[in-house]
């Protein structure tokens, strides 16, 4: 590509941002960006978030090779202030079904013989296994699995808005508060978009990174992408809880959930339920989107949250939980990334499949979109366009069964607190 060519990219997640930044870095002059949200992080985006995980366990070794390569760039200038390398315990509870068991294994059997590992996995069997390595969980936490010290998070809406910065500094225009209404075409040549309020963006390519809303856009992508749900919850801790808690590490019950060191800011404490996924195909067009409203949690999530703290940390197995939200990401049937040209849309790049696995890739994904825009094709099988395949199937590593929230009976939201219950400042 003539590296002065217009670049159109839509959305500004995980996907969108770093493909920005190595067109940026790269040479190429003519960057635009539209973003629906008014604000940055975007409101919607599943890397608005106080964390993520960073880890190279992987069912497949294909993904554990990249992961870590990305986590090498974590360590780069521009990357390393938010990366904390706290370590990664990964067990199964004691009720764990042998699903979650299976895929334990799998992602220990794809980095334990890898060199990086050496002397790195510590063998979770026992209480006192655990006490080693977190001597502040208190709980009874009769887990089996494994520590890994050679992992950790990413404190993730401050490393997008540190690419985000590093993109204006390069010269990429990014417009935010500017949703798409539709594609424009010439035959079958994508020329550009249209925005909600008539403004029209041409461009040589357009490259859509819309996460779990997608097929708002582009419906045809139909369910080879299913946008599913996971819920999140806070907890508001004192300085001195949250200090305790410093340098924890990532913890994760496969069958339960998983929670991070407090913020080093705000004292919140992220916690995840371990799920499926929902879904959401109450829509005109029949997919699978996000609604407008996400700051809700499912009331059954909240049962599996409180088990999880008190294996772990059972004095706060009872406080309340604050910032309920819905995270969305878009699943494929394999769990496997779509950067491809769409078929019969010349000029119209997908990158999408993030399948809760993409961010801990943020600093190299990016390079992989340009790399395809460059040569004018996907010379990956694993990552092209997916005609005709399902994702709302049975995936491996996910715990239990999707569920569209249709058939949830009862939703708790922040609101649902008692009026005098102190709230956090802010949540990302």
Not at 197 to 209: I, M, R
Not at 307 to 312: F, I, M, V
Request: glycine share 6%; aromatic share 10%.
């Amino acid at each position: 590509m003539d590296k002065h060519a217009s670049i159109l990219i839509l959305g500004a997640g995980t996907f969108g941002i770093s493909t920005a930044y190595h067109l940026a870095k790269a040479g190429y002059t003519n960057v635009t960006v539209l973003e629906k949200s008014p604000t940055f992080p975007p409101e919607l985006s599943a890397g608005n978030d106080l964390n993520k995980i960073i880890r190279a366990e992987y069912e497949d070794p294909f993904y554990a090779e990249l992961a870590l390569e990305a986590m090498a760039a974590w360590k780069s200038p521009l990357f390393a202030p938010y990366y904390h390398e706290t370590g990664y315990l990964l067990c199964n509870s004691a009720a764990a079904l042998e699903k979650s068991k299976k895929s334990l294994q799998k992602s220990l059997d794809s980095i334990r013989q890898r060199p990086e590992f050496n002397d790195k996995i510590t063998p979770i069997v026992s209480r006192d296994d655990i006490r080693k390595v977190a001597p502040v969980f208190d709980g009874p936490m009769e887990w089996k699995g494994y520590f890994n010290s050679f992992a950790g998070y990413a404190s993730a809406g401050d490393s997008l808005t540190a690419v985000y910065s590093a993109c204006i500094a390069l010269g990429v225009t990014i417009h935010l508060n500017s949703p798409v209404k539709f594609l424009n075409y010439s035959g079958d040549v994508c020329t550009g978009a249209e925005t909600t309020s008539g403004k029209y963006y041409s461009a040589s390519a357009t490259v859509l990174t819309l996460g779990a809303s997608l097929g708002s856009v582009l419906p045809h992508i139909k369910r080879q992408v299913i946008a599913k749900a996971t819920p999140v919850v806070h907890m508001q801790l004192t300085p001195e809880e949250a200090a305790k808690l410093r340098g924890i590490p990532v913890t994760y019950a496969r069958d339960l959930g998983f929670f991070f060191e407090p913020d080093r800011r705000t004292n919140l404490l992220k916690i995840c339920p371990a799920v499926a996924g929902y879904t959401n195909y109450s829509t005109p067009s029949g997919l699978s989107l996000p609604p407008e409203d996400n700051e809700f949690i499912p009331a059954q999530d909240e049962v599996v949250i409180r088990r999880l703290l008190r294996e772990t940390l059972p004095a706060l197995a009872d406080r309340p939980l604050i910032g309920r939200r819905i995270c969305w990401c878009a699943d494929t049937a394999d769990s496997e990334y779509v950067i491809d040209f769409v078929p019969e849309k010349k000029g119209l790049v997908v990158v999408t499949g993030d399948s809760a696995h993409a961010f801990k890739m943020l600093p190299t994904i990016g390079g992989w979109v340009k790399d395809v825009l460059e040569k004018g094709r996907q010379d990956s099988a694993r990552w092209r366009w997916k005609e005709g395949n399902d994702a709302d199937v049975d995936i491996s590593w996910r715990v239990g069964k999707t569920t569209d929230f249709s058939d949830v009976k009862e939703m708790r939201r922040d609101s649902d607190l008692p009026r005098n219950h102190e709230q956090p400042s802010k949540v990302l």
